[in-house]
């Protein structure tokens, strides 16, 4: 339920209040006008007191609403200053408020033009009809509040956007929906055929580099002059290959680098005896 | 006079025993025969590694094109070890070419 609290509904009731009372304020030479940036006039209207314009101008933000208004003493039968004139629009659907002070043009004249500004802050948000009407106020002679009419307030957004705005800007008080986890989707895979075929790709260069190197002549009959350093350092070397296995199957990162630092030592050593060796071995 | 000389010994070159034609599957057959004659049998072992390296590289390439990139990890590291190796092969066959010795003694 939306809470709105303004005091221009309590200027209202007092002003209500005191016309019942005193009722001694009467407002004349009432001018409504809609016009064109350019000066053009739209719509013009000059009810008299307490008749309201039958028209429902459409107002936008091109087209500024300018209401002047005088205000006389039925007592005196003269025109008065009062302490309070306002121009109020009341939103029909939800019944929000805002009054736009009419500033003073003369003696007991008064003048109120919607700025542009105004229209943008106060109604391009919340389009639609709205009552319009003055509120007046003064300590000796009492207050009136003078129904006018109706107009149309639009920002130029189809009716149906319009309502979706209002409805999204309702706030809501209460529990708000209960989230409901979801689990990432897995990613799509390819079929077990696609992934063996490329597997089976990939080997394939494997067994035919072997079979070219056989065919080129490559052998281990060199490792047989130096036995066991070849040994321990091919040994050394599948020892590595083993801990790039583990590091894939669990061990951490950090861990697998201090194994593979505490086996470079033996294995540049042996290394360099077997290779040394095997090169000395071999006939210039 | 000088210049039959010198057309006679034009043709006495040992690029003209070959006698190659222009079209590209004889460049590519005397290119191949150049190689097996002339390549010692060290560096043809280094070369079929590196052949080894490109191939495995480009079938891992286009497993990714095909299928994704999930998961990304693993065709980095696959990738990345192929080209690694075959960089490092790379320079082993410069270090051990005999027409490099004078650079790497």
């Not at chain 1, 790709?201 to 079979?211: A, D, S, T």
């Not at chain 1, 190197?213 to 047989?224: E, F, K």
């Not at chain 1, 083993?242 to 680098?257: D, E, I, N």
């Not at chain 2, 006495?12 to 004659?37: D, H, Q, W």
């Amino acid at each position: 339920m939306r809470c709105f609290r303004s005091s221009t509904r309590m200027l209202l009731a007092i002003c209500t209040l005191a016309s019942s009372c005193l009722a001694a304020l009467q407002p004349t030479d009432i001018h409504i006008k809609v016009m064109e940036r350019t000066g053009d006039k739209l719509f013009s209207a000059s009810p008299q007191y307490p008749n309201t314009f039958g028209k429902v101008p459409e107002i936008t933000s091109t087209t500024p609403l300018s209401v002047s208004f005088s205000v006389k003493s039925t007592t005196a039968n003269e025109a008065v200053a009062v302490d309070q004139a306002f121009v109020n629009f009341r939103h029909k659907e939800t019944g929000d408020e805002t009054a736009f002070v009419a500033k003073r043009a003369g003696v007991g004249a008064y003048r109120m033009d919607l700025a542009r500004k105004h229209f943008r802050t106060h109604f391009a948000p919340s389009p639609g009809l709205y009552d319009i009407s003055l509120v007046l106020g003064s300590f000796a002679d009492g207050g009136v509040h003078y129904a006018l009419g109706t107009v149309q307030m639009s920002n130029g957004k189809p009716q149906q956007q319009q309502q979706q705005q209002r409805m999204s800007d309702t706030v809501v008080f209460g529990a708000r929906p209960e989230i409901h986890h979801r689990f990432a989707e897995p990613q799509r895979m390819p079929s077990a055929a696609v992934s063996l075929v490329f597997a089976v790709l990939c080997v394939v260069p494997l067994v035919v580099l072997f079979g070219v190197w056989a065919r080129l002549g490559v052998n281990v009959g060199g490792l047989g002059a130096e036995p066991v350093a070849s040994a321990a350092f091919l040994g050394l070397v599948g020892a590595y290959m083993a801990l790039a296995v583990a590091y894939w199957v669990g061990v951490k990162l950090f861990s697998a680098l201090t194994y593979a630092l505490v086996l470079a030592l033996p294995t540049y050593a042996v290394g360099q005896v077997a290779l040394s060796r095997r090169a000395a071995s071999k006939p210039c | 006079m000088a210049r039959e000389s010198a057309a006679a010994a034009a043709e006495t070159t040992p690029a003209a025993a070959f006698n190659t034609s222009a079209s590209v599957p004889g460049i590519v057959s005397s290119l191949a025969r150049e190689y097996t004659a002339n390549t010692p049998q060290r560096l043809k072992v280094i070369d079929t590694y590196m052949v080894f390296c490109v191939a495995v590289g480009i079938v891992q390439f286009v497993y990714c094109g095909l299928v994704g990139t999930f998961p990304y990890n693993a065709f980095l590291a696959g990738f990345g070890s192929a080209v690694a190796c075959f960089v490092f092969a790379a320079n082993l066959r410069m270090k051990t070419n005999p027409k490099n010795r004078a650079q790497f003694p």
